[in-house]
Nanobody, 123 residues
């Protein structure tokens, strides 16, 4: 089992920034990719960004490229999502997830999920 705990969500004005954190614990040795997803009310859960466990490779959804940055701190078993130039469309519950597969972008490929953290961007 892998436990994931997100933090850092909140209310921010459009154009502002937030940094989300995801602390991983448990049997993380089987994890090859950490990802961030988001889900807005009435919509499906969508991929945002992912990073390999080593931190060497990343991938982003087109909607966040150039604005969001995913990174990890191996010493702390923590993954971060730095979100800049936030828009109202970025408002959603953000979830951290862990996968044994490499740099995957679909929810079905992730085995463990955090509880989510709310991000609200006011216009």
């Amino acid at each position: 089992q892998v436990q994931l705990v997100e933090s850092g969500g909140g209310l921010v004005q459009a154009g502002g920034s937030l940094r989300l954190s995801c602390a991983a614990s448990g049997r993380t040795f089987r994890t090859n990719t950490m990802g961030w997803f988001r889900q807005a009310p009435g919509k499906g859960r969508e991929f945002v960004a992912a990073i390999t466990w080593s931190g060497a490779r990343t991938i982003y959804a087109d909607s966040v490229k150039g604005r969001f940055t995913i990174a990890r701190d191996n010493a702390k078993n923590t993954v971060y999502l730095q979100m800049n130039s936030l828009k109202s469309d970025d408002s959603a519950v953000y979830y951290c997830a862990a996968s044994p597969r490499v740099l995957v972008t679909t929810t079905a490929n992730y085995d463990y999920w955090g509880q989510g953290t709310q991000v609200t961007v006011s216009s």
